[in-house]
């Protein structure tokens, strides 16, 4: 059961790698797409997530395709660890501590002040977190699709194909 639920998983990537190395456009092109799901992926803004991603890789004219995919590093599963991540970063760097709440505190003031104070280290430490996966996400996607057409240029070189009609 363990067994057959890796294998799916396995296969799932593999053709999710497929799909990736075998999208138009030059390799920095969709490098640059996936570094920019991966950045906005890691930031706190779940709704809109592929909506980011795709728009911010038209006006910087990559691929709007591997953006889309780039985002799905925040998967369901991640998700949590990955708020966690960004909350306890953009704490650190903003110093903010959250006040406790308690049931009489209850205020709209106090709820809307309680979520600017997640919220903000959540997103400062977002960005933070964002560029510290883009960056190497750039670098390996771009190698790994010049590889990938190198591999595949090499294999279509390989086979040769008689001039002569009989």
């Known amino acids: 059961m363990v067994g057959d639920r890796w294998a799916r998983w396995k296969q799932r990537l593999h053709h999710f790698y497929l799909r990736l190395m075998r999208l138009k456009g030059q390799p920095g092109e969709v490098a ?14 779940v709704p809109l997530h592929t909506i980011l991603a795709v728009s911010i890789a038209y006006l910087l004219k990559k691929s709007k395709l591997a953006a889309a995919a780039g985002v799905w590093i925040s998967n369901p599963f991640l998700l949590p660890l ?20 308690a049931p009489s505190h209850f205020s709209i003031s106090h709820l ?10 959540m997103f400062i430490g977002g960005v933070i977190i964002g560029l510290l996966f883009a960056i190497p996400s750039y670098f390996i996607t771009k190698q790994l699709i010049i ?6 240029g090499k294999r279509s070189s390989k086979v040769e194909f008689s001039s002569k009609t009989t």
């Open 32 to 45: 640059g797409g996936m570094a920019i799901g991966v950045f906005v992926g890691m930031t706190p803004t």
């Open 82 to 101: 990955v708020y966690f991540l960004d909350y306890k970063v953009g704490r650190a760097i903003t110093g903010k501590s959250v006040s406790p709440f």
């Open 112 to 121: 809307i002040k309680l979520g600017w104070e997640i919220s903000y280290p």
């Open 147 to 152: 590889l990938y057409r190198e591999k595949k």
